[in-house]
């Protein structure tokens, strides 16, 4: 979304060009998320400035963090009002959590070594 506060500050210009056809997919873009082509190329490209992911490294961990959310809370669910499994569950995402950096170097090394 655009900032209204930050507009004034906006001094600086970038202009590309490109064809219609690409015109066309920021276009359609642009519709879906209900703004301008301008503001949709402007929220995408300061998006991959601050996360420092591309556009499809972005969906990916956004659709990455729905699956997340959605087994979490489905696994949750499933469990119910058995109290010792949903301890058991509660100590396992406490302890993912934890050591997410850890179990994520430890995941990347194994695939060095394939």
């Known amino acids: 979304m655009i900032d209204a506060k ?3 500050k906006r001094n600086k210009i970038i202009t590309f060009r490109v064809t219609d056809e690409e015109y066309t997919k920021i276009q359609d873009a642009a519709l879906t998320r209900g703004t301008d082509p301008n ?5 995408a490209a300061l998006s991959c400035c601050v ?8 969906v990916f961990y956004v659709e990455l963090g729905l699956m997340r959310f959605l087994l979490t809370n489905a ?3 499933l469990i119910g009002d058995d109290s010792e499994v949903a301890e058991a569950w509660s100590e396992c995402k406490n302890r993912a959590d934890k050591r997410a950096d850890e179990l994520f170097t430890e995941l990347m090394e194994r695939r060095k070594r394939r």
Not at 39 to 43: I, K, L, Q, S
Not at 51 to 58: A, F, M, S, V
């Open 39 to 43: 503001d949709w190329c402007r929220t």
């Open 51 to 58: 996360h420092k992911l591309t556009i499809n490294e972005h």
């Open 6 to 8: 930050n507009d004034a």
């Open 75 to 77: 696994f949750d669910l």
